[in-house]
């Protein structure tokens, strides 16, 4: 198994642009999930997502959209980036929700520069 | 609110055993206590989480009081490579958020 990918690794933006941040994961997993790590902080959930075709907020989601049309992917969007969204991107997996949630199986993460 | 406490930095000598402590005084009968690192740059690695019972895996122990309202993390023989943050992370409500806090930054030197 790939586990979870992340692409691209490495990602600059102007302001304004808009891009999707591709979530991948081979482990027929439910929940899936996206966190942004600005330097020298805390994860902040951004979006999860339950199973296909179910979504929601996390602490930060403002800016960022999410659809889950399949189990395998979790695709992030920024309509319109902002340097505030510079940042590292986490996305997430795990087998089920409840405590299943919280073993939670990390991709390398997308670092994201907005100039 | 905080939901966890932790010291934000610890220091270990490699070889020796790295407590490193989470103070959780409102958890409830019901809630997990999980254990995440990260080393640098990296994404978070799940470690290993408890309810009641301390719990010992490949990687670490987790002890759990009495009460539960505290856990210590052992990393029994640390090395240099256990160099990383490390979350205490509390299963408060059944939400299904993974809610990280600031962590510990444990830094193990030669």
């Known amino acids: 198994n790939a586990g979870v990918t992340q692409t691209p690794k490495f990602q600059v933006l102007k302001t304004g642009q808009s891009m999707t941040l591709q979530c991948a994961q081979d482990?027929?997993?439910?929940?899936m999930s996206w966190y942004r790590q600005d330097p020298g902080m805390g994860l902040r959930l951004i979006h999860y997502?339950?199973?296909?075709?179910?979504?929601d907020q996390g602490e930060v989601p403002n800016g960022y959209n999410v659809s889950r049309s399949t189990t395998e992917d979790f695709p992030l969007r920024l309509l319109s980036a902002a340097p505030s969204q510079t940042s590292v991107y986490f996305c997430a997996s795990s087998p089920g929700t409840g405590p299943l949630t919280y073993e939670q199986y990390f991709g390398p993460g997308t670092r994201l520069t907005v100039t | 609110d905080a939901k966890t406490t932790q010291p934000p930095s610890m220091d270990c000598a490699e070889g020796r055993a790295a407590n490193l402590p989470c103070n959780h005084s409102t958890i409830s009968g019901n809630e997990y206590v999980y254990w995440y690192r990260q080393i640098h740059s990296q994404g978070p690695q799940y470690i290993i989480h408890g309810l009641k019972n301390n719990e010992t895996n490949e990687m670490a122990s987790l002890i759990i009081t009495e009460d539960r309202k505290s856990s210590t993390l052992i990393l029994p023989h640390a090395t240099l490579r256990d160099t990383a943050v490390y979350y205490c992370?509390?299963?408060?409500?059944?939400?299904?958020?993974?809610?990280f806090g600031t962590g510990t930054r444990l830094q193990v030197f030669p």
């Open positions: 997502s339950v199973g296909a075709g179910i979504t």
């Open positions: 992370i509390v299963f408060y409500d059944n939400t299904d958020k993974l809610i």
């Open positions: 482990m027929n997993h439910e929940y």
